[in-house]
């Protein structure tokens, strides 16, 4: 397909994923329709049915923002301007844990932004409502896609509203429908088999609320970051800006989270607490169940149809412990940009995806397996651990382990060059 064969595209789904695919498309003069099943209010321009990792703190990788930037040159002055807090992972977030304290060594690698979902969300809708050529349909739920001769035509949707069932029409059609969109109905239905869906369980609460405090305008850090890697039953938190001294602190556990304050005393270090005892307005609380990391692995696959493509997190979606889930959204994009200037087929675009996104689900599903593994598995595991913690305890006093860490973390580089200090070495060269 050519992007000069598409009059008009229509995007599943107005979370992150579809919301800058819609942008992007708009700008190439294409009409785009973005259905969500959410409740739309039209006057304010915003989703009223709120996604539930809305207020949930999100962290843009390097990786992400750098691609987001030769995506969307203009968003670099734009971010500015809407203020979105901009931290440097080697200087402005301090990372507290059994193996020390970082940042050990200053460089010019970041810059990496943070934000709530939501804030996002609103940034993106700012921008689609300068936009003629898109339309949002709200309220609306995707049944099925109908096909001729293996050609997508249109979709079938639900108008949940008027209680009555329609078709729409497109050139393209862009599945962004997010982690918890049942999947395998729409393959079955497309007579696609031959996947294999892979599943790896987490079952870790992430809870969250906003703060706001003074304590970082005395400090040289901006964020706090506290881990526990490592320990049996691993418990996590972080403290980043979202706004103008408005923080989000997000704490992780395996095991529900009874007390936010009793929590954060029994992390490694107690930074956290202290901020906490000190901050303002403890707003309403998120609760968020992951369940696991979940991959539909379509390498084996013969047939694909035509006009149908599935980006961001609806065929693979991971724990989010890393934070790379936006990041991944933009590559498929990036993707999608190169794919539309070429005669690649859809086959060939959905299976790249999959190759592109298996360095993250990787990093997003070892500590996992690591937790899950029994027998042989977990000696090897065990072993690998011990390594990764040298690693990191290295990380202290040697740059290049530091600053492979740091890219790791990134999606700079590839967990295997972390582990194996020969790649890290080729990866800093390059
Ligand atoms: C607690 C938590 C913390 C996270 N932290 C980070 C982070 O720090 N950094 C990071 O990069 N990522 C993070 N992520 C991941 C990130 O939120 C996702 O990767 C990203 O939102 C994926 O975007 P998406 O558009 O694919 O899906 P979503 O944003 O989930 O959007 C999907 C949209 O599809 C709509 N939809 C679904 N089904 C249908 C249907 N049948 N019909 C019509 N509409 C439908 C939904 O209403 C929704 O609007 C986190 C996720 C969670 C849960």
Request: with cysteine; hydrophobic share 35%.
């Amino acid at each position: 397909m050519n992007i000069n064969s598409i009059n008009r595209c229509t995007i599943i789904g107005g979370g992150f994923a579809g919301l800058l695919s819609a942008i992007y498309l708009s700008r190439k003069n294409i009409e785009v329709n973005i259905i969500d099943k959410r409740l739309f209010d039209q006057i304010e321009f915003r989703f009223i049915s709120k996604l539930s990792q809305q207020e949930h703190v999100h962290i843009l990788t390097r990786e992400g923002t750098d691609q987001l930037f030769e995506l969307f040159p203009d968003f670099k002055e734009k971010f500015g301007s809407h203020k979105f807090p901009e931290l440097n992972f080697t200087s402005d977030i301090k990372w507290n844990g059994p193996q020390g304290s970082f940042p050990q060594f200053k460089s010019d690698f970041g810059n990496v932004y943070t934000f709530s979902r939501k804030s996002l969300e609103n940034f993106l809708l700012d921008e689609i409502k300068k936009l003629n050529n898109i339309k949002i349909i709200a309220n609306t739920e995707f049944i099925k896609p109908l096909t001729c001769e293996e050609r997508v035509h249109s979709l079938e949707l639900y108008d949940k509203i008027n209680k009555n069932y329609y078709e729409i029409e497109s050139d393209l059609h862009l599945i962004c429908t997010g982690r918890n969109f049942k999947f395998i109905p729409i393959l079955n239905a497309l007579g696609i088999k031959d996947f294999k869906q892979e599943f790896v369980p987490s079952n870790l609460f992430y809870r969250s609320f906003k703060i706001k405090t003074n304590y970082f305008q005395t400090k040289k850090t901006k964020a706090i970051m506290t881990t526990t890697f490592g320990n049996k039953v691993p418990n996590g938190s972080v403290l980043y800006p979202i706004a103008n001294n408005e923080y989000i602190v997000t704490q992780v556990s395996r095991k529900f989270i009874d007390n936010i304050y009793d929590f954060s005393l029994k992390l490694h270090d107690r930074e956290i607490y202290n901020v906490l005892k000190s901050a303002e307005n403890i707003g309403k609380e998120y609760i968020y169940k992951i369940r696991g990391s979940k991959r539909i692995k379509i390498n084996k696959i013969k047939k694909w149809p035509k006009n149908l493509l599935s980006l961001g997190d609806s065929m693979i979606s991971l724990n989010p412990i890393f934070g790379q889930g936006l990041s991944l959204s933009i590559v498929h994009l990036k993707k999608l940009d190169q794919w539309l200037e070429t005669s690649e087929n859809e086959l060939e675009y959905q299976k790249s995806l999959m190759q592109i996104s298996d360095r993250a689900w990787k990093l997003g599903t070892i500590e996992d397996k690591r937790m899950n593994a029994t027998g042989l598995k977990k000696v090897f595991y065990s072993i690998g651990e011990k390594y990764i913690l040298f690693l990191i305890n290295r990380a202290k006093t040697n740059r290049i382990v530091y600053m492979n860490l740091i890219s790791l973390l990134n999606m700079k580089t590839s967990a295997s060059s972390f582990i194996f200090p020969i790649n890290a070495l080729r990866d800093i060269r390059n």
